[in-house]
């Protein structure tokens, strides 16, 4: 029903999202603020220029004037802060789930602050889309037929992402369940909200994380030691 009212295609993703949830590779998943609060950081700044996830523990390390000890990727933000040139990286979009509910559950993609392009983690032209984010901020225009050497330069910069080209999605690590009590108590303590995805099935719930969790939890080992 929701196709046919008279809506432009972000009004209609944004009511079907009000239905239910389900992961997509457009803005209004995947944009979100982020802020740095605290010792070191200007008061009132606002930064335009496009980062991403995985540049905040770099940018914490350097807050607290800490070596980096673990094998992470991602760049300080510090520069940022203090009104200097930091080249801008595109960042990598991954919409894996495992729920079925979206045709474009299980994508891939690069963002850039001009350009967005993505596509089926297995198969390059199902549901690629590529939008012009100066002109269309909604991604509403899908202009991916009239760049063809667009396509190629996104596809050029997921291969530098993963050399091997395999994308599937995998559960990297387990915690036990004691290690995700000590984890949960130990974070709450420093004042941080943990969050965890949950798997039910037959055999009980169990619990997987990325490696961003896993690389947390490393540090917080670090630091407890």
């Given at each position: 029903?929701?196709?046919?009212?008279?809506?432009?295609?972000?009004?209609?993703?944004?009511?079907?999202?009000?239905?239910?949830?389900?992961?997509?590779?457009?803005?209004?998943?995947?944009?979100?603020?982020?802020?740095f609060v605290g010792d070191g950081v200007p008061k009132n700044k606002k930064i335009k220029q496009q980062v991403r996830s995985i540049d905040i523990f770099p940018t914490i390390f350097e807050l607290l004037?800490?070596?980096?000890?673990?094998?992470?990727?991602?760049?300080?933000?510090?520069?940022?802060?203090?009104?200097?040139?930091?080249?801008?990286?595109?960042?990598?979009?991954?919409?894996?789930?495992?729920?079925?509910?979206?045709?474009?559950?299980?994508?891939?993609?690069?963002?850039?602050?001009?350009?967005?392009?993505?596509?089926?983690?297995?198969?390059?032209?199902?549901?690629?889309?590529?939008?012009?984010?100066?002109?269309?901020?909604?991604?509403?225009?899908?202009?991916?037929?009239?760049?063809?050497?667009?396509?190629?330069?996104?596809?050029?910069?997921?291969?530098?992402?993963?050399?091997?080209?395999?994308?599937?999605?995998?559960?990297?690590?387990?915690?036990?369940?004691?290690?995700?009590?000590?984890?949960?108590?130990?974070?709450?303590?420093?004042?941080?909200?943990?969050?965890?995805?949950?798997?039910?099935?037959?055999?009980?719930?169990?619990?997987?994380?990325?490696?961003?969790?896993?690389?947390?939890?490393?540090?917080?080992?670090?630091?407890?030691?």
């Amino acid at each position: 029903e929701i196709e046919n009212l008279d809506l432009s295609p972000y009004e209609k993703r944004l009511m079907r999202d009000s239905i239910i949830r389900v992961p997509q590779p457009f803005d209004e998943h995947f944009k979100i603020p982020l802020l740095f609060v605290g010792d070191g950081v200007p008061k009132n700044k606002k930064i335009k220029q496009q980062v991403r996830s995985i540049d905040i523990f770099p940018t914490i390390f350097e807050l607290l004037k800490l070596n980096n000890q673990f094998n992470i990727t991602g760049h300080s933000l510090l520069n940022l802060f203090h009104d200097k040139k930091l080249e801008e990286f595109p960042a990598y979009l991954d919409s894996a789930a495992l729920r079925k509910e979206s045709q474009y559950m299980d994508t891939i993609g690069i963002r850039t602050s001009n350009l967005k392009y993505f596509r089926d983690r297995n198969e390059i032209e199902k549901n690629a889309s590529m939008f012009d984010l100066k002109t269309d901020i909604y991604e509403e225009n899908n202009i991916i037929q009239d760049n063809k050497d667009l396509i190629i330069k996104m596809e050029n910069i997921l291969e530098s992402i993963k050399s091997d080209k395999d994308f599937k999605y995998k559960k990297i690590k387990d915690l036990s369940d004691d290690e995700v009590k000590n984890a949960k108590e130990l974070l709450k303590d420093l004042g941080y909200v943990w969050f965890l995805k949950i798997k039910k099935s037959l055999n009980g719930t169990f619990f997987g994380y990325s490696d961003e969790t896993f690389f947390l939890f490393k540090i917080v080992k670090f630091f407890s030691k």
